[in-house]
């Protein structure tokens, strides 16, 4: 392992120094890292001989092991040593993750492609058959069996602990990812990624980020299995994605000024490349987020045709902007209880870090986004054709519930009665993950006198994702060396 990482430094140093503009140049990769999707790409920055004031782009190393280089103004070689001692590093500490991946997950590596994947529906019967006595009535019993899509920046995560909830009350099966909190994202979702994976096993409850793929979550889950998601309004998740991603978006890092949100909607295409590194997040990431292409145009046809297909495989598809209506229809269609929706809002972000766009920007906003807009649009009319069936009184009356039993809740659990600024959460237990180089998440602390009846419940309401899945026996370890890492650079 150690013959490995020093060559892989060794010619990267190297390459910093000598490598000629549009040059493909071999990296060393440990022999197993290209069938891992976690590390598909890595990153370095390369000096050109004949542009000494310009450098080039984050280097793509794809799983062939070579570097594509394109020239990238605006930024001085005489800040390319700060980038380098944050960059090299990181090709560093990627290798090392890659050999500890293989020798730790040997069996994970291979991608299984048996006709006998898929869950049979007897098993999971047998399995859920003792789990939840039927409620309500003879015609509607708890629905356990669900596939959550859980996308980026749409309030997912306080879905996410709604189902964490419900299935450990329940003792339902987790599909889980092994080693970080997401599915391997942005490589596509293959069922081999689940951590203790076996061909034809069933699982009742996948719910963690991954980069959608049907027929490869169809094989974990029994074919009565319900499949929901959630979309937000593009222009809000955009400036969302912008602030928290962008900071792990090389192309961005030289956009000069205050407002980066506005530089970059005013020439989108001067900080873009649709093959750079993590430049999904700056385009159509709900598209992406589904395997889409999200470098489609919204006219292209194939995108209501895909818009369609998303329509046939999910049941329920939510709208951020109207979560409790959302969650009230969910309750419905899963035919569960008020307690079992009861939430308290994961993830927000403190209102000074929000850019506030103006008419002229978030046109362009919706522009640039253009295929997220159709899908939130299309979407956005099933919700309200399904409130309509619903009922409207029936909704308001619910909807009047469901925020009465929060707000006891609130008062049960949550010390000062909201949100506060990461600095100010007492127990690191209920500290949420930060993006990079900011604190701007807000979180909870919980009462020092609550109710003895009520404890676990509110500790659990107000956890975290990373803390929860730990909680839950996740091994986290991936996700918990990134996290040490951003804190050391930034």
């Known amino acids: ?103 730790r997950n040997p069996n994970q590596v291979k991608l299984s492609d048996s006709q006998e994947d ?46 964490f909830r419900f299935g450990e009350k329940h003792k339902l099966r987790f599909a889980f990812p092994d080693g970080r909190n997401d599915f391997f994202y942005p490589s596509p979702f293959l069922c081999s990624q689940v951590k203790d994976y076996k061909p034809g096993e069933c699982f ?81 990431l709900l598209f992406f987020d589904f395997g889409l292409d999200n470098n489609l145009k919204a006219d292209d046809p194939r995108v209501m045709t895909e818009i369609k297909n998303l329509s046939r495989r999910f049941h329920l598809v939510l709208v951020a902007e109207y979560f409790e209506e959302s969650l009230i229809l969910l309750k419905d269609l899963l035919c569960w209880t008020m307690e079992d929706i009861l939430y308290f809002k994961l993830n927000a972000r403190k209102s000074s870090s929000m850019s506030h766009l103006d008419a002229e920007m978030r046109a362009k906003a919706l522009q640039w986004n253009g295929a997220d807009w159709k899908l939130y649009q299309y979407f956005n ?55 990079v180089g900011e604190s701007s998440i807000l979180g909870y602390n919980i009462k020092k006198d609550v109710d003895p009846r009520f404890r676990t419940v509110c500790e659990k309401m107000l956890t975290p994702e990373i803390q929860y899945l730990s909680e839950l026996g996740v091994s986290l370890w991936l996700t918990r060396l990134w996290g040490w890492l951003k804190d050391a650079i930034y």
Request: contains cysteine; proline residues 6%; aromatic residues 10%.
């Open 1 to 103: 392992m150690t013959t490995v990482i020093q060559r892989c430094v060794l010619q990267v140093q190297a390459t910093l120094h000598t490598c000629p503009c549009g040059r493909r140049i071999p990296l060393p990769l440990y022999p197993a890292a290209n069938k891992i999707p976690l590390l598909g790409w890595t990153n370095a920055i390369s000096r050109s001989r004949r542009e000494p004031n310009l450098t080039l782009t984050p280097l793509m190393l794809s799983s062939s092991g070579f570097f594509s280089v394109h020239i990238m103004s605006g930024i001085k070689a005489t800040k390319c040593k700060a980038l380098l001692r944050v960059l090299i590093p990181w090709v560093l500490l990627t290798n090392v993750m890659v050999v500890l991946y293989c020798l």
């Open 118 to 163: 898929t869950c049979p529906l007897g098993v999971a019967k047998l399995q859920n058959k003792s789990l939840i006595k039927q409620t309500h009535s003879e015609e509607c019993s708890p629905k356990v069996n669900v596939m959550f899509m859980k996308t980026h920046k749409t309030a997912s995560s306080t879905i996410l602990n709604i189902l």
């Open 204 to 284: 009742n409850i996948v719910c963690n980020h991954m980069r959608f793929d049907h027929q490869e979550v169809s094989k974990l889950l029994p074919p009565d299995s319900v499949y929901v998601t959630i979309l937000r309004d593009p222009v809000d998740l955009f400036e969302s994605s912008f602030h928290y991603y962008h900071k792990a978006v090389p192309l961005t890092w030289r956009i000069r000024g205050e407002n980066k949100l506005a530089e970059f909607l005013n020439n989108p295409w001067a900080f873009y490349s649709p093959e750079a590194f993590n430049s999904f997040y700056l385009k159509n």
């Open 381 to 435: 009319g099933t919700f309200w054709a399904r409130v309509e069936a619903y009922g409207r009184e029936r909704m308001k009356q619910e909807v009047e519930e469901l925020r009465r039993r929060n707000a006891e809740m609130k008062d049960i659990c949550i010390e000062g009665g909201g949100a506060v600024e990461a600095q100010k959460i007492q127990n690191r237990r209920f500290l949420p993950w930060q993006p």
